[in-house]
T-cell receptor, first 112, second 115 residues
């Protein structure tokens, strides 16, 4: 119930294309869903986050879509750039406790 | 620079040894979290401290322990090291007990290699 399942494991996208990464969760007590971006040798950095009271949140080229009934959320990267090549993690947490449960990660490569 | 400082960046040690990893949280953050990242396990939550007290425990082995000091820095102690303990260890901090508005800020990690 504490798991967050992430797919795909890896993704190759052409420059200018749309990158889509999906996550699913079981625990309905989760109420905060962030996405993190990690470059080699660096720690994960918060990219964008959403609460379950909204279905979509957009920040620049990054959009989170959230489907509460399906218990799924996804990250869309529009106009993907080579600089977006990194590992992306979805995560979830509950209001009380605050620890983040991470998905397994998706290695994104954007080809120029 | 995320504001969360972890030392050392790299550590190579032998099996059976004990090491201490150090984390200084972002200025003003009271919560510190420790995560282990390995290739086959992803990012695994180990333990959380809030203002010096343990708040939550995850998949932390009995050979591992942590503490948070009055100046809010934290140390993760790993003992009787095994080859399987080789991993990246990350520290993160946040502003309050449920400090989502401040976000979770990760340090750059300590890469531990047990030989």
């Amino acid at each position: 119930q504490q798991q967050v399942k992430q797919s795909p494991q890896s993704l190759i996208v052409q420059k200018g294309g749309i990158s889509i990464i999906n996550c699913a969760y079981e625990n309905t007590a989760f109420d905060y869903f962030p996405w993190y971006q990690q470059f080699p040798g660096k720690g994960p950095a918060l990219l964008i986050a959403i609460r379950p009271d909204v279905s979509e949140k957009k920040e620049g080229r990054f959009t989170i879509s959230f489907n509460k009934s399906a218990k799924q959320f996804s990250l869309h990267i529009m106009d993907s750039q080579p600089g977006d090549s990194a590992t992306y993690f979805c995560a979830a947490s509950m209001e009380y406790g605050n620890k983040l449960v991470f998905g397994a990660g998706t290695i994104l490569r954007v080809k120029s | 620079d995320s504001g969360v400082t972890q030392t050392p960046k790299h550590l190579i040690t032998a099996t059976g040894q004990r090491v201490t990893l150090r984390c200084s949280p972002r200025s003003g953050d009271l919560s510190v979290y420790w995560y282990q990242q390995s290739l086959d396990q992803g990012l695994q939550f180990l333990i959380q401290y809030y203002n010096g007290e343990e708040r939550a425990k995850g998949n932390i082995l009995e050979r591992f322990s942590a503490q948070q000091f009055p100046d809010l820095h934290s140390e993760l102690n790993l003992s009787s090291l095994e080859l399987g303990d080789s991993a990246l260890y990350f520290c993160a901090s946040s502003g309050t007990l449920v400090g989502r508005s401040a976000g979770y800020t990760f340090g750059s990690g300590t890469r531990l290699t047990v030989v």
